[in-house]
C-alpha cells in the first residue's frame, strides 16, 4: 500500500508530509511621483502597518528604490498587490507594487 507502513506491531500508519505554501515578497517601489504619505497611508490600509513601521518601510523604499511590504502566500500577496495598484490608480498616483518568490 502507497504512502502507508506496518510498524513492528502490525498496524497500519498513515504518512501524509504536507508542504508549506511558498512564500512571496509584494514590494513596492519608489518613483518621483507618488507622495510619500500616499505610501505611508498603503502600507496602513493596506497592510495594516503601525504608523511608525508604515514610515519605516516608506523611508526604507525612498532611499532605496525598492522595499518589502509584506510576505504572504501566492493568493493573499496577488490580492495585496491588485489593492494597492487600484488605490493608486484611483488617487492618480504611478505606484507600482510587484511580488517575487521568498
Do not use: W
Request: aromatic residues 6%.
Amino acid at each position: 500500500m502507497p504512502g502507508r507502513k506496518r510498524d513492528s506491531e502490525g498496524e497500519v500508519q498513515e504518512r501524509t508530509r504536507l508542504k508549506k505554501p511558498r512564500k512571496y515578497k509584494v514590494l513596492i517601489h519608489n518613483d518621483d511621483y507618488t507622495s510619500m504619505e500616499f505610501v505611508v497611508y498603503v502600507l496602513q490600509v493596506v497592510f495594516h502597518q503601525s504608523p511608525a513601521s508604515a514610515s519605516r518601510i516608506m523611508l526604507h523604499i525612498h532611499k532605496s528604490g525598492i522595499g518589502v511590504a509584506g510576505v504572504y502566500t501566492r493568493d493573499i500577496a496577488e490580492t495585496r498587490v491588485e489593492q494597492v495598484l487600484s488605490l493608486a490608480r484611483d488617487a492618480g498616483h504611478p505606484l507600482q507594487c510587484t511580488m517575487e518568490p521568498e
